[in-house]
């Protein structure tokens, strides 16, 4: 049974930095897309910035590039997403998500694809 369980979140006021971390276990073998998503009050959740998992292919919003950040260490199983720069409309909960990699890193899209594993969320909140 995959699980990812997320950490690193708070508050912060505008211009500051945040780092989530996420550590995942249960994927057995094959390779996995991983990242992050986010959902503000009111709106649909969307994707942040993901991974694929070589590393080779990595999404970002339009709203972040440039000021977040997306890493990973597949020895450890973990998923890090720096935030720098960040602004009141990143105020949100952020979720790990994770899902199986398809035959190249482009399968690892939020835009085209489902992510299957969520972990529980955690909040960021900007103040202005």
């Known amino acids: 049974q995959v699980q990812l369980v997320e950490s690193g979140g708070g508050s912060v006021q505008a211009g500051g930095s945040l780092t989530l971390s996420c550590a995942a276990s249960?994927?057995?073998?094959?390779?996995?897309?991983r990242g992050w998503f986010r959902q503000a009050p009111g709106k649909e959740r969307e994707g942040v910035a993901v991974?694929?998992?070589?590393?080779?292919?990595?999404y970002y919003a339009d709203s972040v590039k440039g000021r977040f950040t997306i890493s990973r260490d597949n020895a450890k199983n973990t998923v890090t997403l720096r935030m720098d720069s960040l602004q009141a409309e990143d105020t949100a909960m952020y979720y790990c998500a994770s899902t199986r990699q398809g035959v190249d890193g482009n399968t690892c899209n939020p835009l085209l694809v489902k992510y299957s594993y969520w972990g529980q969320g955690t909040q960021v909140t900007v103040s202005s």
């Open positions: 249960g994927y057995g073998y094959g390779n996995i897309c």
């Open positions: 991974m694929s998992a070589g590393g080779t292919y990595t």
